[in-house]
C-alpha cells in the first residue's frame, strides 16, 4: 500500500505584505523573522536555519564565471541606445573605405554616422557606470567571502528603461569588525523575491572591502 507524501514546508515564504518568514527547526512553523531571530512561537533560535539558507560559500579566490555571469555585471545602462550606437559606428566603419576610394561624398555621411555612434554608444554605458561594473567583477573573481544580509530591496517602477537594474539590492556584512555597506542592481526576476534580513554571501577585495557584491552572480 503507497503511503501519502508528507509535505514539507518551504524554508523561505513570504506573506501578501511582503514579510520574510522561515521554517522554525523547533516547532515546524513558518514564522517572521525579527531582529532577535527567535521563534515567536516556540521561542527557539533561528540563527541556524537562517545561516544554512545562504546556501554554500564562494570557491576560494580566482573564480570562474560563466559568459552568462559575466554578462549579468557587464551590460549598458541602456541596452537600446547602445545597439543604436553599434548599428550606427559600424555603418560608418563600412562605408569608410567606399568614400575614401570611390564616392568622396560619402566621407561626410561616413563621419557623421561614426560620430553619432560614439554618442549614443557613451551616452547608454557610461564610463562611470563601466568602472562600477569592472570593480563589482573584480570582486566576483578575486574577492573574499563574507557572511551578509540584505537591507533593502527596491524595485525598480518602469525596469526597461535601464537594463539590468530590475531591482535594486542594499546589504551589509562585517570585515574585522567593520560593517561595510553594499548595493548593486539586479537583472534577475527572481531577485524580485528577496527580503530584508534575508541572509546572503557576498564577496568583498580585501584590499578595499567597499568593492563588493553578491555571491552568486546570477541565478
Avoid: N
Amino acid at each position: 500500500m503507497r503511503r501519502p507524501r508528507t509535505l514539507q514546508a518551504e524554508p523561505f515564504s513570504s506573506t501578501d505584505l511582503g514579510e520574510l518568514r522561515i521554517v522554525c527547526p523547533g516547532c515546524g512553523h513558518a514564522v517572521p523573522v525579527l531582529d532577535e531571530a527567535h521563534c515567536v512561537t516556540c521561542g527557539a533560535s533561528l540563527e541556524a536555519a537562517l545561516g544554512a539558507s545562504r546556501g554554500p560559500p564562494p570557491s576560494l579566490p580566482p573564480r570562474r564565471l560563466t559568459r552568462a555571469q559575466r554578462a549579468a555585471v557587464l551590460r549598458p545602462l541602456r541596452h537600446t541606445h547602445h545597439a543604436w550606437g553599434t548599428f550606427f559606428l559600424l555603418a560608418g566603419v563600412v562605408m569608410l573605405p567606399v568614400a575614401l576610394g570611390f564616392v568622396w561624398p560619402l566621407l561626410l555621411l561616413s563621419s557623421i554616422f561614426m560620430g553619432m555612434g560614439l554618442l549614443f554608444r557613451r551616452s547608454a554605458w557610461p564610463a562611470q557606470v563601466r568602472r562600477e561594473q569592472k570593480r563589482r567583477l573584480q570582486a566576483l573573481v578575486w574577492g573574499l567571502p563574507a557572511a551578509a544580509e540584505i537591507t533593502k530591496v527596491e524595485r525598480q517602477v518602469v525596469p526597461g528603461l535601464e537594463a539590468g537594474r530590475l531591482v535594486q539590492l542594499d546589504y551589509v556584512f562585517t570585515v574585522h569588525g567593520r560593517r561595510i555597506a553594499g548595493s548593486q542592481p539586479s537583472p534577475h526576476a527572481s531577485d524580485l523575491q528577496r527580503h530584508p534580513r534575508e541572509r546572503v554571501w557576498a564577496v568583498y577585495v580585501a584590499e578595499s572591502p567597499e568593492v563588493s557584491a553578491l555571491w552568486p552572480p546570477g541565478p
